[in-house]
């Protein structure tokens, strides 16, 4: 089975920075986009970020341009969102979601890590 185990989560204050991770087991994790989400009580969840296989093409959402940073480090079969000038807006829980191919809508995902708590203190 598919394993993802999401991690870096914590408590910072606005205008810091924080380093998720997604360790993934269970495929072969240079054929896979991965993605990270994120979703706050009542609210729909909300795609943040994704970065494809191969190629490494990234895509972000308008509310994290220029602030957030996705990578990949295929050998270690990780990604990381490198989130930096935090707003107190940012403050959700993260959760990092595999597929195929790159897209925003969350039910295309079939696998799904277990999150990762951030909080922005203003």
């Known amino acids: 089975d598919v394993q993802l185990q999401a991690s870096g989560g914590g408590l910072v204050q606005a205008g810091g920075s924080l380093r998720l991770s997604c360790a993934v087991s269970g495929i072969s994790f240079d054929e896979y986009a991965i993605a990270w989400f994120r979703q706050t009580p009542g609210k729909e969840r909300e795609g943040v970020s994704c970065i494809s296989n191969r190629n490494d093409n990234t895509f972000y959402a308008n509310s994290v341009k220029g602030r957030f940073t996705i990578s990949r480090d295929n050998a270690e079969n990780t990604v990381y969102l490198q989130m930096n000038s935090l707003k107190p807006e940012d403050a959700a829980v993260y959760y990092c979601?595999?597929?195929?191919?790159?897209?925003?809508?969350?039910?295309?995902?079939?696998?799904w890590g277990q999150g990762t708590q951030v909080t922005v203190s203003s």
């Open positions: 979601a595999l597929a195929r191919t790159c897209t925003a809508i969350p039910t295309l995902f079939d696998s």
